[in-house]
């Protein structure tokens, strides 16, 4: 009786022990994977009880009780028990609202929440916790989901400090509820029991005294605090104002640099976004942030404040650290000194624009237009490639289809149906003898190009869709088109820019400059290089070229506004132009770019003031970069190409830089013949990079390829398998702190070390199978053709011999096979069948190591060679990835 009894107690310990460590919850449910509940059992669902779908990992579901608020800014919090008494970690959230209800949601862990009721008002006094509230989570304006990075999470229960979630909800605008329903928004939280060795926190800057006067154009909120902890890693970013916030940035500043961790327009979905990787914080280091507002239609002052029509100034950074100095949370509220944001970049007062239709569409119909979803899916995607290194840029070889019969192509555009637009010299060409002196073209007598100098292509297979252009140009340079797909065009002959129409007609719709007649004044150019168009305004800017050093900003009908030169942010260091040869227009940043040709720079400003924002100089550039373009995706990509310098010699290629980082990220050029003098470039809607070489006279066509890894051994390629490319994307993982990846790295290696070794013999057997069948084969020919050969000389020799008994056969030591001794060597293959056995599983090269049909002593065993065949016949090391 006894025995049964214990067990029963230690039965009853053990369901007791579990019932702590993960307790049912009161509003959980199992519907991690529903968005929207129905609003009529609403209530039921919230009492479903969470269930585990493994001892480790579960979900956890906090939505609000079917709640309905009595006015518009309401604040509601409900209060969740962690569901275990062990440490566990978030590892991913998933929002449950629509932005027509919900106008943003915060997540608080804390130890004791200000109420027990299933939800309360939490806009007053109240609040949210009895002690101090840690943020986890922030959603609004229909954000998207947030995973964090692997062994990174967000540590609660156990010795945490955390027992409690406390979810708060603002509800903007009461008449969404005039239906009546109950509202079930919250969010699914995915976690582990299994420890973390990075423990996720989130730093908040929030501005607390800012004013917006109203009418005013541009009012900052500026936040900055010195930080005094442990390193930590920030991985992504999250930006939060209200209806007058136009950008928010936030930098890390070290020993006076200021460097990006994210820059975003608070009216686009307010999700977290992956930061700037190159950007740890230290001791000692300095966090800023700036929200730049706008009082424009405002009547009186905006001040900070929990209402729709108060403003907000947060800037949030979710980052990681090590586990051993995990901090959950810290806050930033102190005003930054004017000294100080004297030197943060102009870039933070830059508005990122098309974020207001944005917005709008979101919240009269839910969702955004289908061409702005295919926008941001296309961006998306080509962001994807080019930002994994598994990516490259590769030419398209059969690129195009048919002959273009082109000339010196001088610039490349995209239409409006993004088809590609070449600019071409025909059969003119800019000789030594083009220019005088005085920069006048000396070649008039020639006339103009007779042939089609601009020619619309198809970009998938280069087809000629319409041809334009003829007697018109002399020496044709940049080009690019507006809005309406007029082209704009430059011609370093008529030293003019020419607004031509698109329609065939070839009417010149606007020329700026006098015809053949070189000048630096605003009314006259000096061999133009490019235009550019402000997709907003119409405003069209003027690289002013070969013989000035400036640009020149002009109204969408040709009045002169301003010009300016190089920038620099040591004023006192100012290098001019030289060549600015190429230009772009960035919409989404409201900047103009500048290839400064012969100081290999680009160089960008904004655009409405001219004022310098950055410059990116590589050593990679060989000290010339001949032009740009530019790509929304991924933040901003800038696409180049650099030329040929007298100075410096370097290999002319195509780049891939990422705009706020200024990193290199891809490089590419031509298979099958090298680039002469790249001078245009292009990148369409598709990823697809066009570029246009003045030099061979021709187009390229690069497109975004896998990586195709493979190695070569007399003539036989040997490509990797397709499981070594799976293992490589799933263990190699891009890491800036390197004590995280020191923690892995023991463990990656020996995997990446056998994997590489199995492959090697896998690849090694695969090749020697070819090689030694096509040794037997001559072999055996060769045998078969000396055995009717020696039956035949035998015969003779012993006629001869019974005849006359006087033929004689001398030996010498180097022939004592005979003929077949005299033939050796001199067999066109080699039959080793220690290799040939070997290569077949289930026999032993064991006893045929020696046998070959040549007994030349220059035969090489294997084993001795074993060593540089394996090394020539190794897969290539897997790269490190960068994304």
Not at 285 to 290: H, K, M, S, V
Not at 671 to 688: A, C, L, Q, Y
Not at 767 to 791: E, G, M, Y
Request: aromatic share 10%; charged share 20%; glycine share 8%.
């Amino acid at each position: 009786m006894r025995v049964p009894v214990f067990y029963a107690v230690v039965l009853a310990f053990v369901c007791h022990s579990d019932s702590m460590e993960i307790q049912p919850s009161l509003y959980g449910s199992t519907r991690p994977q529903e968005a929207i509940l129905n609003p009529s059992d609403c209530l039921s669902r919230t009492k479903q009880q969470q269930v585990l779908t493994n001892p480790n990992n579960f979900s956890v579901d906090i939505r609000m009780p079917g709640v309905i608020p009595t006015g518009s800014d309401t604040y509601l919090c409900m209060e969740y028990p962690v569901p275990t008494s062990r440490d566990a970690y978030i590892v991913d959230f998933i929002p449950h609202a629509s932005m027509d209800t919900v106008h943003h949601m915060l997540l608080f862990g804390c130890k004791t929440p200000v109420s027990t009721r299933s939800f309360w008002d939490c806009g007053s006094v109240q609040g949210t916790c009895e002690d101090e509230a840690s943020i986890m989570y922030a959603w609004a304006r229909n954000a998207p989901p947030t995973k964090l990075p692997k062994d990174v999470g967000f540590k609660v229960g156990g010795n945490s400090g955390m027992s409690y979630f406390v979810l708060q909800i603002h509800y903007g605008d009461v008449s969404a509820f005039r239906d009546h329903h109950r509202d079930c928004s919250g969010l699914t939280l995915r976690m582990t029991l299994k420890p973390q060795p990075f423990i996720a926190g989130i730093y908040l800057l929030m501005s607390v005294d800012t004013v917006i006067l109203p009418g005013k154009r541009v009012t900052n909120a500026d936040i900055a605090c010195d930080y005094t902890s442990y390193p930590i890693y920030p991985f992504a970013f999250r930006t939060h104002t209200h209806r007058l916030g136009k950008v928010v940035s936030g930098y890390r500043i070290r020993d006076g640099k200021w460097s990006l961790i994210g820059r975003q327009s608070p009216q686009l979905p307010q999700a977290f976004y992956p930061a700037n990787k190159e950007v740890d914080v230290k001791y000692g280091d300095t966090i800023a942030a700036r929200c730049m507002f706008t009082g424009e239609g405002r009547t009186s002052k905006t001040y900070i404040g929990g209402t729709s029509d108060d403003e907000m100034c947060n800037f949030y950074i979710m980052y990681y650290m090590d586990s051993k100095h995990a901090i959950p949370f810290l806050n930033c509220m102190e005003t930054g000194s004017k000294e100080l944001f004297e030197h943060i970049p102009a870039e933070a007062n830059v508005p990122i624009t098309g974020a207001t239709g944005h917005m709008n569409s979101m919240m009269h119909m839910g969702h955004s237009t289908d061409n702005q979803d295919s926008r941001l899916l296309l961006d998306a995607k080509k962001a994807e490639k080019m930002l994994d290194p598994d990516f490259h840029l590769e030419q398209d070889s059969a690129w195009p289809q048919g002959s273009l019969q082109l000339g010196q192509v001088s610039g490349l555009a995209l239409d409006s149906d993004s088809n590609l637009v070449i600019f071409h010299r025909g059969d003119h060409q800019w000789g030594a003898d083009s220019f005088n002196s005085l920069a006048r073209y000396q070649q008039r007598s020639l006339g103009p190009i007779q042939q089609s100098t601009i020619l619309v292509v198809e970009p998938a297979k280069g087809n000629i869709l319409k041809a334009s252009g003829r007697n018109m140009f002399y020496l044709p340079h940049g080009i690019t088109t507006d809005k309406e797909n007029n082209y704009w065009v430059t011609d370093v002959a008529l030293h003019q820019v020419l607004k031509v129409s698109s329609d065939g007609r070839d009417r010149i719709l606007l020329a700026l400059g006098e015809a053949f007649t070189p000048g630096s004044d605003s009314n006259h150019f000096c061999k133009p290089t490019d235009v550019a168009v402000d997709t907003e305004t119409g405003n069209i800017f003027v690289s002013d070229g070969y013989c000035n050093s400036r640009i020149l900003k002009f109204s969408a009908d040709g009045k002169y506004l301003s010009e300016w030169g190089a920038g620099s942010s040591d004023r006192r260091r100012r290098i001019p132009f030289q060549i600015p040869h190429s230009l772009v227009f960035l919409p989404d940043r409201k900047e103009i770019c500048v290839a400064d040709r012969e100081n290999g720079r680009i160089q960008c400003f904004i655009a409405e003031t001219a004022e310098f924002v950055k410059e990116i100089k590589k050593d990679e550039f060989g000290g010339e970069v001949f032009a740009i373009t530019y790509s929304t995706a991924g933040g901003g990509l800038i696409f180049a190409v650099n030329g040929e310098s007298p100075f410096r010699s370097a290999p002319l290629k195509g780049f891939v830089i990422n705009y706020s980082t200024k990193d290199i990220l891809d490089t590419f050029s031509p298979n099958k013949k090298d680039f002469k003098m790249p001078h245009d470039i292009v990148e369409t809607r598709d990823g697809s990079v066009f570029v246009g070489d003045a030099g061979s006279k021709a187009v390229f066509k690069f497109t975004t390829q896998k990586l195709h890894r493979s190695v070569k051994k007399a003539g036989i390629k040997v490509e990797e398998l397709e499981e070594m490319e799976a293992f490589v994307r799933t263990n190699v993982r891009p890491d800036r702190n390197m004590s995280k990846t020191a923690a892995v790295k023991e463990m990656q290696s020996v995997s990446h070390q056998t994997q590489s070794e199995a492959t090697a013999k896998e690849e090694k057997k695969s090749a020697a199978k070819p090689n030694t069948a096509d040794s037997v084969l001559p072999a055996i020919i060769t045998t078969l053709l000396l055995i009717p050969l020696l039956v035949v000389i035998s015969i003779g020799l012993f006629i001869c011999w019974r005849k006359n008994n006087r033929c004689e056969v001398k030996t010498e030591p180097s022939t004592r096979v005979g003929i077949l001794g005299k033939i050796r060597g001199k067999a066109v293959g080699s039959l080793n069948l220690g290799n040939f056995f070997a290569s077949h599983k289930g026999y032993s090269r064991q006893g045929f190591d020696q046998l070959s049909t040549e007994g030349s002593d220059q035969e090489r065993n294997d084993d001795d060679s074993s060593d540089s065949e394996n090394e020539e016949y190794s897969a290539l090391p897997p790269p490190q990835s960068s994304s």
